[in-house]
């Protein structure tokens, strides 16, 4: 049983900086890539940032610098910082990992029950 558990949502207004955290729990051999995806209402979710377990890192063109993923292997957590917030990051932002939970199983994607994130004045 594999859960992952998002905190750090909250309003904000416009130029704030809010730090998003997600944490893995469960029967967990290993963690592989891990990542923060948003949606936004009416609108399909979409990729904000990865983390390999290397420690290489993709960001959407949308964060521009504003935004920072990192994560903590010994505590299985990642981190989104993000500055600068606009209204239109105004999303529920999720946590997502590959997760292997044997060494006989592949690693499949899990996915955090969502964080909401609003950005208003």
């Known amino acids: 049983q594999v859960q992952l558990v998002e905190s750090g949502g909250d309003t904000v207004q416009p130029g704030g900086s809010l730090q998003l955290s997600c944490v893995a729990s469960?029967?967990?051999?290993?963690?592989?890539?891990m990542a923060w995806y948003r949606q936004a209402p009416e609108k399909k979710r979409e990729l904000v940032a990865t983390i390999t377990p290397g420690g290489n890192i993709h960001y959407a063109g949308f964060v521009k610098g504003r935004f920072t993923i990192s994560r903590d292997r010994s505590k299985k957590m990642v981190s989104l910082q993000m500055n600068n917030l606009r209204p239109e990051g105004t999303a529920v932002y999720y946590c997502?990992?590959?997760?292997?939970?044997?060494?006989?199983?592949?690693?499949?994607?899990?996915w955090g029950q969502g964080t909401l994130v609003s950005v208003s004045s």
């Open positions: 997502n990992a590959d997760v292997a939970i044997s060494a006989a199983n592949r690693y499949l994607p899990h």
């Open positions: 469960g029967s967990i051999l290993s963690i592989g890539v």
